[in-house]
């Protein structure tokens, strides 16, 4: 088990807090069809994303509404989140039996053991949240079948002086790493997996907001 950093907790009690805050107002079913949509959205964006059926799956740090509340029921699903137990116990916006084709993991990602290999892993917005970001990148590598593919979201810093700035200092508490976007893209080819594509879903000051899809060759 790894042992977690105090930028990792903080970030993890902030993560809850957010969420707690975030949906305390909005209608279970109704944000689950919002969320339903956007994720359907999201996904169209995709290059040649197909889900044969009995194929593997897993949404690493999937949230209590993340890709696997659209994903088909004829593959084989895994759902990865430290907070899933938290999740259940303070939102009624999820609960694991809403999900019998889903098998949950609630646990670190770092601390994620399993013999599958997977033909796809989602990472949505969570890889900036790990407490050990190299030895995450070489699990979501090392899950992927060969050609495998690996969707992931991040926030990437857009400029020099605040990314080292944020190193610095808690500018930015619910991300414990603060990198730009060709960091990221180092991450992923220094690993040997190739990038297929490359999106910014959204512009910002500090950060934009990208998806990354890279192959395992």
């Not at 995709?46 to 044969?52: A, P, Q, R």
């Not at 917005?125 to 593919?149: E, T, W």
């Amino acid at each position: 088990m790894q042992q977690k950093t105090w930028k990792w907790n903080l970030a993890q009690n902030i993560e809850l807090r957010w969420w707690k805050n975030y949906l305390q107002d909005k209608n279970p079913t109704e944000y689950l069809v919002w969320k339903k949509e956007y994720w359907n959205n999201l996904l169209a964006q995709i290059n040649d994303l197909k889900f044969e059926n009995g194929c593997e799956v897993l949404d690493c740090g999937c949230g209590p509404a993340g890709v696997f509340i659209i994903l088909p029921e004829n593959i084989g699903l895994d759902a990865e989140d430290p907070l899933l137990n938290e999740y259940e116990n303070n939102l009624p916006h999820f609960k694991k039996a809403m999900y019998p084709n889903v098998k949950f993991h609630a646990l670190p990602f770092e601390d994620f053991t399993t013999e599958k290999k997977y033909d796809v892993v989602f990472c949505m917005n969570a890889i900036n949240h790990v407490s050990d970001l190299d030895l995450c990148y070489d699990k979501l590598s090392s899950l992927l079948k060969p050609n495998g593919k690996l969707i992931i979201t991040i926030d990437a810093h857009n400029h020099p002086f605040f990314k080292h700035l944020f190193r610095l200092i808690p500018g930015d508490v619910l991300h414990p790493h603060q990198f730009d976007l060709n960091d990221y893209e180092q991450l992923l080819t220094k690993r040997g997996l190739k990038i297929l594509q490359t999106e910014k879903l959204k512009q910002e000051f500090f950060f934009n907001h990208y998806l990354q899809v890279a192959q395992k060759l």
